[in-house]
């Protein structure tokens, strides 16, 4: 454990990653795409806000006494490209096209990342005793014609989890 709750939630996430079946590569705080073994997944650390308000407290105190926090990271699936315009087909092993239409794949994608990480024990116990793992949606590129997204089965499951931030004290958690 470092001295920095959210480093610890976010290691735990990724280590919850990486047990999920079937995913090539999983990378954090990757921008560059190129190159990317496939399927893989790109956890995104994400911004963070303070869950209490600004409010000044009465006795107008120096020290900063912790605050409840939410970040949101977020979670992407590229899954493997399809070869045509269908989203039907994959590139099986000795080049001939594979059945693998998009959709399902998404979903047990979906579900595969929400089971490995909800309610983990380790997670939660970083989160004890009054914070939150929120699940707040599932985004795909899978839209409308018209729209600049590429229809790829690319998805993005957004999280807010929710801790109480203390200052360190000598190198240790407050």
Do not use: C
Request: glycine share 10%; charged share 25%.
């Amino acid at each position: 454990m470092s001295d920095d709750t959210r480093e610890d939630i976010l290691s735990q996430v990724e280590t919850l990653l990486k047990t999920i079946p079937g995913i090539v590569g999983i990378y954090r705080d990757r921008g560059d795409l190129a190159n990317f073994k496939l399927p893989a997944i790109v956890l995104l650390d994400g911004d963070e806000h303070d869950t209490l308000g600004e409010e000044i407290d009465q006795k107008k105190r120096v020290y900063f006494p912790g605050t409840r926090v939410a970040m949101q990271p977020t979670i992407t699936i590229i899954p493997v490209p399809r070869t045509d315009a269908t989203n039907l087909m994959v590139e099986g092993p000795n080049g001939t096209a594979v059945a693998a239409p998009i959709g399902p794949e998404m979903s047990m994608w979906r579900m595969a990342v929400r089971t490995a990480i909800e309610n983990d024990q380790t997670l939660v116990g970083l989160l004890a005793p009054t914070g939150q793992l929120l699940y707040r949606g599932f985004d795909t590129d899978m839209v409308p014609e018209g729209t600049s997204l590429t229809m790829l089965g690319r998805m993005i499951l957004r999280y807010e989890i929710r801790y109480w931030l203390f200052p360190t004290q000598s190198g240790t958690r407050g």
